[in-house]
């Protein structure tokens, strides 16, 4: 419940139903009755965070137990954090509106490197010491999960304890473990010390790092109970793991607000450059059974209208053709509409493609990723120009009229030519569509390319490449707009500045920790917003720490350096690693998991299994795109 | 050819938009109320062009940050359905602060509001708004800052809004001055109460959004209730 002095602020506010809680399927728990409370902290808006799928599963997951109660917060928009420090109102969780102090457990998810100052924003704002060093008692203890935790070393000044890997088992542990010290009245150093036996914990002040002369690490020391290698947590079974029966419905309008049904964690593909297709191996697959169950339930619980299949690469599921009937078998009867993101559609039966055309039909997408086959090769993105064209051919046929093509700059090896070849495939789209005799008369093709900015990361064969300085991809964005010439192209790039921040955090180190604290001191938050993005502040921030960026972004790093995610253990065989970036600038193609397996080392956590394995390709294994 | 009506029944349902549901613009509401009908499996007749939808009228937007104990919004039903149960089932759907209060056969179109009361709370007023809200009120002119659009620009006039003050009563309770008044109202004049209380506190040191604002009730023309 939302205190009166909050309640006064909120009508100064845009979109108080940010701070409000109480939408429909929130848990409301009388504190008395629970033994441990737990703030699940979401480093960006309302309106990101209530659409990430992650916290929803551990929201639930927390709150079936009778012993605990989780609750939410998000980072608060500007407007009202002015208000909050102005009238001395800490950050509060959206149940029960009290502070965040008063918490037991603190989870952030570290979706993305940008929000690492929301981080520190809000701890600041709720109260609690931003600095871990500062806080001495056994709680409020403070925990992060998430992608970014794969190199969780930056952030390791504020978190006591980092969780790589999946969170649903762990989580669970460490809130046993954690009742079981407050009711003993355990200090913070015996909690660590126990939590650090747990598989998948990470406590980073085990960690002794000594630096060389020249900035690269030397040597990482575990300490206490801490293994040597923190080994990731990963859920064996999907069929059997926690999904939520229902889901927070928010009253304002967020970016995912529909039922979202995950078909599978992992990804066969091993493109290079993504660390998503690594970091969540071995592939392990839902049954379409289970799936077409949860989202009923969800469906219903929540009144969506629309559902939303969610993975990897989701045409990559085995299934497909046995989940999507199940699915329109119901929904369409009670107009809920199935959406389908990146789906190959060549691969897609003809009856499939009737079923597809009954539902109100999204935008067609393609990720060729790079311009020419060469460099397609070089980042194992097994996808053919020819490919993309039939697709395009079989979608023009179907009626689809807008096609968005997402590539990216800046990838090991690029020249300019390279550059070209994405202008000059975006324009063969565009003659495909004008070629096509049973294209939608009347109607014009529309072809978006949009252009990310390639940021080398941790456990992927490019790990150790240089990231593009910014003028080096101003240029390239230049060149690209020079070579296209159609106005059927629409060409949209992502600023540079926002890129090297992120390069530098996903690789950096320790040291990065005073940067990130001067930096949130100096006004930095929002940083993967445009309207809050200061690069200069950033700028000011390295200099007082004596640090570059060019150390941390522009550096090809050695095979043996000892790199600051080193002692984290993905699964994934370091040698498999620089196999596959020599492979890369031999633009070599490695083959997909389910054609060959190439032996990453990712099965080990799961006791060897790994769906890829033991799955036939539905329908040959051309069809790569 | 007689047209063949595709629904079994029109009707109205009231609810009460209380607590921080006041902080839930229109057209989350719009939202909010959708999904709950579906939730609670109601049968509602859905439009039928390219983007078919749960078709629903509400009778007048209500501003963030007020409460009301009067909304109605009109739907159509498929098949005939017992109207106590109905509201009981979508109410169970609901979140806990839109609540609701009825579900019947409407006596009156939307088009036929003309007045609704509302009850304004100043929680902090000054000494000048005590002491001159009475005279402002009873004054032959009232004037209030309506932001208009003039062309493409948007401008502030003053306007006088006497004429839309049907009724009022000042009252003091707990140093909070409470006046309940009857405003016009509906598609053809509106007067949000923000606008009254822009004029009854622009010489005061009274801060205009500390007030609370609850919509009691909305009247026909002749001060009938809205059925």
Redesign the interface.
């Known amino acids: 419940m ?1 205190k009166k002095e909050v ?2 602020l ?3 506010v845009q979109k ?2 940010r ?6 399927n929130s848990v409301v728990k009388d504190k008395n009755d629970v033994k441990l409370r737990y703030a699940f902290c979401f480093p960006d808006n309302y309106e990101i965070g209530m659409s990430h799928l992650g916290m929803k599963i551990l929201y639930s997951l927390v709150n079936e137990r009778p012993d605990a109660w989780c609750e939410r917060t998000f980072a608060p928009w500007e407007d009202m954090e002015a208000l909050m420090r102005e009238n001395g109102v800490k950050l509060y969780a959206l149940e029960s509106g009290d502070a965040l102090d008063e918490f037991d457990l603190i989870g952030f998810t570290l979706q993305y490197e940008l929000s690492y100052t929301n981080v520190l924003n809000m701890l600041d704002l709720g109260g609690v010491p931003v600095l871990k060093k500062d806080r001495t008692s056994l709680t409020p203890m403070v925990i992060a999960g998430g992608p970014c935790v794969c190199n969780p070393e930056p952030m390791a000044d504020f978190i006591d304890i980092f969780l790589p890997g999946e969170g649903e088992e762990v989580t669970n542990e460490l809130i046993d473990l954690l009742i079981e010290h407050k009711e003993k009245g355990s200090t913070r150093l015996e909690f660590l010390r126990e939590a650090a036996k747990i598989q998948g914990v990470y406590v980073p002040e085990f960690y002794n790092v000594d630096y060389n002369e020249d900035g690269t690490i030397k040597s990482v020391e575990n300490l206490e109970t801490a293994p040597e290698k923190v080994k990731k947590r990963i859920i064996s079974d999907l069929d059997s793991a926690h999904y939520p029966k229902n889901f927070v ?1 928010p ?3 967020v970016v995912q607000d529909r039922t979202v049904g995950e078909v599978f964690r992992g990804c066969i593909r091993g493109c290079r450059f993504c660390q998503a297709g690594f970091i969540y191996r071995p592939i392990r697959e839902k049954s379409p059974e289970k799936i077409n169950e949860q989202c009923r339930s969800i469906s ?6 629309e559902i939303s299949l969610c993975s990897l690469s989701t045409s990559d599921y085995t299934k497909i053709e046995k989940l999507i009937p199940m699915l329109f078998d119901w929904a369409l009867k ?2 809920i509409n199935v959406s389908l993101p990146s789906l190959r559609v060549d691969n897609f039966s003809d009856e499939l493609m009737e079923e597809l055309k009954k539902v ?1 039909r999204s935008g067609l997408t393609f990720a060729p990723e790079a311009g020419t086959q060469r460099l397609r090769d070089a980042i194992n993105k097994n996808v053919t120009e020819e490919e993309v064209l039939r697709t395009a051919l079989k979608a023009f046929d179907g009626g689809w009229t807008s096609v968005k093509l997402y590539f990216m700059m800046g990838l090991p090896t690029e020249t300019l030519d390279d550059i070209k070849g994405i202008a000059d495939l975006a324009q063969k789209v565009v003659d495909a569509f004008y070629n096509n005799p049973n294209r939608e008369k009347g109607k014009g093709v529309q072809v978006s390319v949009s252009c990310a900015s390639f940021v080398p990361k941790p456990f992927t064969p490019f790990q150790w490449e240089p990231q593009d300085t910014g003028d080096m991809l101003i240029e390239k964005q230049k060149h690209l707009l020079s070579s296209t010439k159609s106005r059927k192209i629409s060409i949209s790039y992502h600023q540079s500045d926002t890129s090297v921040l992120e390069g530098v955090l996903a690789r950096g180190d320790r040291r990065l920790g005073d940067v990130i604290y001067k930096a949130w001191q100096k006004g930095c938050k929002f940083d993967s917003w445009d309207e809050f993005f200061d690069f200069s502040k950033w700028r000011e921030a390295f200099d007082e720490c004596g640090l570059t960026t060019e150390f941390y972004a522009n550096r090809r790093r050695e095979f043996d350096e000892i790199l600051p995610w080193d002692h984290m253990d993905y699964g994934i065989r370091k040698e498999f690693l620089v196999e596959e970036n020599k492979k890369a600038h031999r633009s070599e193609t490695t083959p997909h998991c389910r054609i060959k397996c190439s032996a990453c080392g990712a099965n080990k956590l799961n006791g060897g299994k790994c769906d890829a394995g033991s799955k036939k390709m539905g329908n040959g294994s051309q069809n790569v795109l | 050819m007689p047209e063949v009506k595709k629904w079994a029944m029109e009707v109205r349902m009231s609810f009460e938009k209380t607590g921080m549901a006041k902080f839930i613009s229109h057209l989350d509401t719009v939202r909010c109320i959708t999904r709950a009908m579906k939730r609670a499996g109601v049968p509602i007749w859905f439009t039928e062009g390219f983007n078919p939808h749960a078709f629903l009228t509400f009778a007048m937007p209500l501003s963030l940050g007020f409460e009301s104990l009067c909304e109605t919004v009109d739907f159509r039903l498929t098949e005939e359905t017992d109207l106590e149960d109905l509201a009981k089932r979508i109410n169970d759907a609901l979140p806990a602060d839109i609540t609701v209060k009825e579900i019947y056969l409407p006596t009156s179109l939307p088009n036929d509001i003309r007045w609704a009361e509302y009850k304004i709370i100043f929680n902090n007023p000054d000494k000048i708004l005590l002491d001159t809200a009475e005279s402002i009120l009873s004054s032959g002119e009232i004037l209030a800052e309506k932001k208009v659009k003039q062309g493409r620009k948007k401008v502030t006039k003053e306007v006088n809004i006497k004429e839309h003050i049907k009724s009022f009563e000042l009252n003091e309770e707990n140093n909070k001055l409470i006046l309940k008044t009857v405003l016009s109202s509906g598609p053809s004049m509106n007067i949000n109460p923000m606008l009254l209380i822009g004029a009854l506190v622009k010489d005061t040191e009274t801060d205009s959004q500390d007030v609370d604002v609850i919509k009691i009730q909305s009247y026909t023309e002749n001060m009938e209730i809205f059925k």
């Open positions: 939302v309640e006064k909120l009508k100064k108080p139903a701070y409000t809680g109480g939408e429909l419905v009253f304002i309008d219903d619980a929540t009144g969506y209208d009670e107009s109100r």
